[in-house]
């Protein structure tokens, strides 16, 4: 854990935000050396900020105890270069359980993800985010996905409630996240609430993200290919539009078709990915499913394409 604030130390970053996977020995247990290695790979090229056991790391999966392994294990391999975040989630007592385990571990903050299974109402969903802010020392970050989405005026509850320091966007609106934005704004003037892109591949909307102000974002290939995800924010950063639309057109664009041929994708390519860059994290757990090996050969493809490009720039081609 480090001293300064987390949302203080993500106001500023200078690269994506990494969300590494779980990985797991071939007797299906977690395996913390190999996660530390994967760990310690994204921190020494250039991740803002780890953000373990979250959805990429198979949250759902995690038994308490093994939770408390891994996030412990990425708290230790960062080793206050870049803050640690840790995923909470299930209903209020379970969430709450798991913020008590993440602080034990030393991370610096939380992404409390949706509640389990239950549609709630704004109220609900407001009181259930305020008890977890409220369990431990640690800022928070609310998940708006699935069936956590809010209206403008709870997101200003939110933004007013001790602890709760951003809201990340997994669900895409970008009308709903304007209005959003505009209400917190107009609430509470000078007030550095943190907002981020959170859907699966935040690259392909990271422009349209830009446009209503919000730079943070999620970057799940920055997990298996570091290179290909810094030259994009990069790209974005400095304006380099003919790199970023290189990158969207024949890296980006082609692996979101992919991952949308099949369920859980989102996490199971990903995890196919960093195997094919070759470290063994072993499969994804059971509800998901691995990837077929055409699928597996495809991905292969994207990424050589996706490397193609940066070759082709650093060589002062352009397109």
Known sequence: MTSAPLAARLTTVAGPLFFPVTAYGPDGAVDLDAFRAHVRTGVDA???????CCGTGEFHALDPEEFRLVVGAAVEEAGGRVPVVAGAGYGTALAVRYAELAEEAGADGLLAMPPYLVVAGQEGLLAHYTALAAATSLETIVYQRDNAVFT???????????GIVGLKDGLGDLDLMQRIVSAVRSALPGEDFLYFNGLP?????GLAYRGIGVTLYSSAVFAFAPDIALAFYRALESGDDDLANALLDHFYRPLVELRAKGHGYAVSLVK???????LEVGPVRTPLTEPPAEHVDELASIIASGRAVL???RAG???
């Open 152 to 162: 403008p005026e709870t997101v200003v509850a939110l933004a007013r409630t001790p």
């Open 201 to 205: 591949t935040a690259e392909l909307t």
């Open 272 to 278: 196919a990915a960093v195997r094919l860059g070759g």
């Open 317 to 319: 081609e352009g397109e």
């Open 46 to 52: 250039g991740a803002a900020a780890v953000f373990a």
């Open 311 to 313: 070759d082709k720039y």
